[in-house]
């Protein structure tokens, strides 16, 4: 196992001893699976890449499973970018937008709803949905799959028969597998089809092999240490960059509005906390809609470039590079209609869900408890806290009402314990008191 070197001062040098560990097990132990966390950043598709492209130069027949359809175009795409003259097969639905049409610009991408038309291709990517239908085939070599803590295990299962050996990669901090039925009634049990599909796998086979990504290329070095210790305690990481390696500079000084003293706050230390006052509100509360909505107006007049170890020269922070992460869709939804209202455009709003996997320079996150009368299991979920917090390269500043600390001592945690559940760790109610705990540091008032 591959874990977290303190002794290995190199943050470069630590990632490629790891690699090199994984790739060792992947392509010559003999195990049927390898297990490889990876925290938020870390290179998991890069890792997934690699472990491609070289088991394609080994003559293993390889099916790589991901979950949604974007994920499956994204990998096509940078296994093309990396070795444009390798065949790869892409199996689509039969929708009628089934893939990405960049695509369709690659000459040895080929693409097809049928497993057959890509039977003897190197390299075959589809999702695990569309994987589960496929039948009467000679089974691959190996497998890869991607975002394997997003799979169910009853997804997995639905696969399991199409490969021989398989290298699972994802992120044991991000949100659970999603299901759409409560899955109370099989709590517990070794079957369970709403757990993760590598929670299952080392449930039934606790002795493969299993590797750590110990750096996160992402998180800046004010991030990555709160973010390991809030909700990796157990298998932690380190910022790829030095403390001095990124910087968020201003063309236009501050106003001296709050949402101005925000911003400089997180261009310094890489967090903000706009702290609104302690109140219980509807859902999407207007007042925490429109500072949010503040906040990234501010960011982008007031010419924000960011300095990184990508480029030589400053950077301006462009409206792609900005993304606001809310806990619901009509949050979401609410902060689109104020970001139109106040002239803004070309900025992600989306749920942690949907972020998952997604990186931009700057973050502003409306607090999963913020004006909340009760702390929901939903709402204290440790995975959707690390998302909203673990997509920024340079700073994140967090919108929030007075008050979540309390709401968090009124309402511990009262889930019930189930006989053959293993206890998650960090809860969702720790993970939440950790990141105030340190955004209190950062806080600057504002009463509308």
Same mark, same amino acid.
């Given at each position: ?31 049927? @699976? ?19 492209? %070289?088991? +394609? ?31 790869? =097969? $892409?199996? /689509?639905?039969?929708? @009628? ?36 239908? !496929? ?19 009853? +997804?997995?299962?639905?696969?399991? @028969? ?81 403390? =001095? ?41 207007? %007042?925490? !809609?429109?500072? !949010? ?42 902060? $689109? ?8 455009? =070309?900025?992600?709003?989306?749920? +942690? ?18 004006? $909340? ?7 204290? %979920? ?8 673990? $997509? ?5 500043? !967090? ?11 009124? /309402? ?37």
């Amino acid at each position: 196992m591959t874990v977290y070197d303190p002794t290995v001062p190199d943050p470069a040098a630590a990632a490629a001893k790891a690699t090199a560990a994984i790739l060792e097990s992947t392509l010559h132990g003999t195990a049927r @699976g390898v297990v490889v966390d990876s925290p938020p950043g870390a290179g998991k598709s890069t890792l997934v890449v690699r472990a491609a492209l %070289e088991l +394609a130069a080994a003559g293993r027949p390889l099916m790589v499973v991901a979950q949604t359809n974007a994920q499956v175009d994204d990998l096509v795409l940078r296994l093309a970018e990396k070795q444009p003259d390798l065949e790869v =097969g $892409r199996l /689509h639905s039969s929708d @009628g937008d089934p893939y990405d049409k960049a695509l369709d610009a690659l000459e040895h991408v080929r693409k097809s709803a049928k497993a057959g038309d890509l039977s003897g291709l190197p390299v075959v990517v589809s999702t695990a949905a569309k994987w589960a239908h !496929v039948k009467n085939v000679e089974p691959w070599a190996h497998a890869i799959v991607d975002e394997a803590y997003q799979m169910r295990s009853d +997804a997995l299962l639905a696969v399991a @028969g199409l490969f021989e050996r398989a290298l699972f990669v994802g992120d044991p901090g991000q949100l659970d597998p999603f299901s759409v039925v409560g899955a109370d009634q099989w709590a517990g049990l070794s079957y369970d089809p709403s757990a993760s599909a590598v929670s299952t796998l080392l449930a039934h086979n606790p002795e493969l092999p299993q590797h750590r990504l110990p750096v996160s290329w992402r998180l800046p070095a004010s991030a990555a240490p709160l973010v390991s210790d809030a909700f990796y305690p157990y298998t932690p990481f380190r910022a790829g960059t030095g403390p =001095g390696d990124r910087r968020l500079a201003f063309g236009a000084p501050s106003d001296g509005s709050a949402a101005d003293r925000v911003l400089d706050e997180a261009a310094e230390s890489g967090w903000g906390l706009l702290e609104l006052p302690a109140r219980h509100t509807p859902r999407t509360d207007p %007042e925490a !809609v429109h500072a !949010v909505a503040l906040v990234v107006r501010r960011l982008l007049d007031r010419g924000g470039a960011a300095i990184s170890e990508r480029s030589d020269a400053p950077v301006p922070l462009t409206a792609d590079r900005i993304a606001v992460g809310t806990a619901h869709r009509d949050q979401a939804a609410a902060v $689109r209609e104020a970001l139109a209202g106040l002239g803004v455009s =070309g900025v992600t709003v989306d749920t +942690a869900n949907r972020l998952q996997g997604r990186e931009y320079d700057v973050t502003v996150v409306l607090h999963p408890l913020s004006g $909340r009368p009760d702390a929901t299991a939903f709402h204290l %979920e440790t995975g959707r806290l690390c998302v909203l917090a673990s $997509r920024h390269r340079h700073a994140c500043v !967090v919108v929030c009402r007075a008050g979540v600390a309390d709401l968090l001592d009124e /309402h511990p945690s009262t889930e019930p314990v189930r006989l053959g559940v293993t206890v998650k760790f960090p809860d969702g109610w720790e993970a939440n008191h950790a990141v105030l705990s340190h955004l209190a540091e950062h806080r600057v008032p504002w009463t509308p």
